[in-house]
């Protein structure tokens, strides 16, 4: 029976739920979104393993692009395990932003997802410290083989995620008066989309910066 | 409408994790041991660290089992990928296989 008819029976039809989060159609969008930026990323560390595997690795007697360098040799690993831990202190914060709205407090979401802003920030601050270190001495884009260009497509596209998600997350702290304890699915959601950012650090971190 | 309630876990617990996990994986890339073993240290490590996010951070250990396999769908096609493009790759330097 369609709806209007249901309706002029004076027959109460249930508004449709999505199937997977009954409280919000935005947290399956989110989730189903992820799945495809997840897709992208993986596409691009898969194409970074499968590029280096196809290459001798750099010893001393060969050099790039014949061979592939040992990234601990080029980058600064220390600079970046900072990094990492900013970004999942910022997770955190991220966290218990959330758990604050989830008890109407709107103060305490503001204050925690301006840490969590901030977290954002000083990632992209160290992180455009790295690459102008990079570039103005180390490598270019098309530089030690294939590594310079992988290097920076990976931890670019990974950087751009970064600076739209402090932008977003801007955006619902600008409008925090709106939330409340029945009402903070778009914290919820806001919230998936910097934990999966800082995920993928993580994996870009272990596979291009460690291994 | 009404959120469920449901145990909040222990969110610093899980910062003190990764933080852990974190420090092991800088000691096991730098410690000297043979590759294969480092890189298969630092892949648990890394999928350890990026587990608790997901099932803790994003909330995925409380939600419907189907929005688990969401979830895990692109890591398993990722995972064929890499199966799929090991034989082009990694073997490109043995005799007989590298075509002329």
């Known amino acids: 029976m369609s709806q209007a008819a249901a309706l002029d029976h004076g027959l109460h039809v249930e508004p449709a739920e999505s199937p997977l989060t009954p409280e919000s159609w935005g947290k399956l969008g989110m989730w189903l979104f992820l799945a495809g930026d997840a897709m992208s990323f993986g596409g691009l560390i898969v194409g970074y393993a499968a590029l280096r595997m196809g290459t001798e690795a750099c010893t001393g007697v060969l050099a790039p692009p014949a061979c592939w360098p040992t990234p601990s040799t080029i980058l600064g690993v220390p600079f970046t395990a900072v990094m990492t831990f900013l970004l999942i202190c910022s997770s955190v914060t991220m966290v218990k932003a959330l758990e604050a709205i989830s008890h109407d407090d709107r103060a305490g979401l503001r204050k925690f997802l301006g840490l969590t802003i901030l977290g954002g920030a000083c990632f992209l601050g160290m992180q455009a410290r790295e690459w102008t270190h990079l570039l103005t001495h180390v490598m270019t884009l ?8 992988t290097f920076f497509v990976l931890t670019g596209f990974h950087g751009f995620h970064v600076f739209s998600g402090v932008v977003y997350l801007s955006c619902i702290r600008g409008n925090a008066e709106a939330y409340s304890a029945e009402n903070h699915n778009a914290v919820e959601i ?3 989309y910097w934990h999966f950012v800082d995920l993928v650090w993580i994996l870009i971190f272990t596979f291009v910066y460690l291994v | 409408m009404a959120t469920e309630a449901h145990d909040h ?16 994986e800088l000691a096991v890339a730098y410690m000297p041991m043979p590759k294969s073993l480092m890189i298969a240290g630092l892949v648990s490590l890394a999928v350890a660290k990026a587990t608790l996010v997901a099932m803790y951070f994003m909330h995925l250990k409380f939600e419907r089992r189907t929005l688990g396999l969401i979830a895990l769908t692109p890591p398993i096609l990722l995972m064929m ?10 073997w490109r330097f043995v005799s007989g296989l590298a075509g002329h």
């Open chain 2, 9 to 24: 876990p222990n969110y610093m617990a899980i910062f003190w994790w990764l933080l852990g996990l974190t420090i092991a």
């Open chain 1, 190 to 192: 806001v919230g998936l």
């Open chain 2, 81 to 90: 990928f890499v199966v799929i493009t090991y034989p082009d790759t990694a």
């Open chain 1, 142 to 149: 098309t530089s030690k083989g294939l590594f310079g260009s």
